[in-house]
């Protein structure tokens, strides 16, 4: 890859730094209306919401670098979102310009841009968990609509969202699993449709498991072909994990530990003079390192006109393994303080690293458990037989 921006995509960088330094106030400075009022209006006047989509759907026709510019910009600034309807942005919204109607997209796709549309995902269930192609919620066709009859479980945001992308099994296939599985989309007010939040060990209730009974979803619901729902998968997550981006977050984590254990007392003298210490944030470092250059070799085929690869997995296994280490990195430099929350005096950075520590299910679980990836890692990529 050439590292070297071309004279329009380094103009590019430009704007998006002085719209960042006109637009974008330290965040003490923020009100609790910024993001909705403020903000939002703001980047989607830009076509930055969606910037990588086509302009005629409402996106902003941004080139492949451009939008990696922008999120690497945007990241770096410590910006809101482009848009809050995020999984709407990261797969859906793409499912639907590869796959959608032209009715489904003038339907679905302003919702998204606009933030006014919230989408949470049904894909994984209680006894195959990642393992997607052994799903069994099934959809009976009935002349002009589906009745889904089923449960999803791990369900992301499912309790605040308006529409779920949900994956069902029309027909079995004991030769190819993937070819009886279709894509549905489905409003969560729809009658038999039930939601139970799952409370995580952090207090938090961000998964759900949503039950369906008997709900009937019309056929112009249907994203794709009756059984093409496996390819609508494999593009989403894809998709969901080809950015480079979530590099210049794990590096600003990664300062903040060097803070705490340069702070930190270890045997009498401060914890980042500690060899182990110094060990374990020089392998963090180097995994972080890592990941941008495997995020770069990404970017590069997208450019050269590639799909996404297999390769994206390796990142995703990366972080799911430095935020689970950070964390309990964090809650070891603190010592006796490391068993308090927020609220609680003692605790450095308002209890960010116990947050980390409680709620790593959320990231290892969301878009592929690590065994999934290292099985995608072994079969794809290294060739070895299947598990």
């Not at 959320?362 to 299947?386: C, D, F, H, M, S």
Request: hydrophobic share 40%; net charge negative.
């Amino acid at each position: 890859m050439d590292f070297n921006l071309s004279p329009e995509e380094e103009a590019f960088r430009e704007e998006v730094r002085d719209f960042l330094a006109e637009n974008l106030p330290p965040k003490h400075e923020r009100g609790t209306d910024f993001l909705q009022k403020v903000w939002l209006p703001k980047v989607r006047e830009k076509r930055w919401v969606g910037f990588s989509w086509p302009r005629e759907v409402g996106g902003g026709g941004g080139s492949v670098m451009q939008q990696a510019i922008l999120k690497e910009e945007m990241t770096r600034a410590q910006a809101p979102p482009l848009g809050t309807s995020w999984m709407g942005l990261q797969w859906v919204g793409p499912g639907l310009i590869a796959y959608g109607t032209e009715e489904q997209q003038q339907r679905f796709l302003p919702g998204i841009l606009d933030s006014e549309v919230v989408w949470c995902t049904g894909y994984s269930e209680p006894h195959c968990g990642s393992d997607l192609a052994a799903i069994q919620c099934k959809a009976v066709r009935e002349g002009d609509s589906y009745t889904v009859n089923g449960q999803k479980i791990w369900t992301t945001l499912a309790m605040a969202s308006d529409w779920i992308i949900l994956l069902v099994r029309t027909s079995t296939d004991p030769d190819d699993k993937h070819a009886g599985i279709t894509c549905l989309l489905v409003p969560m007010d729809a009658e038999g449709v039930t939601v139970r939040p799952i409370k995580s060990m952090s207090g938090v209730s961000i998964f759900a498991e949503v039950f369906f009974d008997d709900v009937r979803v019309p056929i112009a619901d249907r994203l794709g072909r009756q059984g093409e729902g496996w390819q609508v998968t494999v593009m989403a997550l894809a998709n969901e994990r080809s950015g480079i981006s979530e590099v210049e977050g794990l590096l600003r984590s990664l300062d903040r530990l060097k803070a705490l254990a340069k702070s930190s007392v270890r045997g009498g003298r401060p914890a980042l003079e500690d060899p182990d210490t110094r060990r374990k944030l020089a392998r963090m470092e180097t995994t972080i390192e890592s990941m941008r250059f495997n995020g770069l070799r990404a970017l590069t085929r997208q450019l050269q006109g590639e799909g996404p690869s297999s390769e994206t997995s390796i990142n995703k296994l990366h972080r799911t393994t430095l935020e689970v280490e950070m964390g309990e990195l964090g809650l070891l430099l603190q010592g006796n303080a490391g068993g308090l929350m927020r609220g609680a005096e003692p605790v450095p950075d308002g209890g960010r690293w116990q947050r980390m520590a409680l709620s790593w299910p959320e990231l290892v679980i969301g878009g592929g458990t690590p065994n999934i990836q290292k099985n995608i890692i072994a079969e794809r990529i290294l060739a070895l037989p299947k598990d």
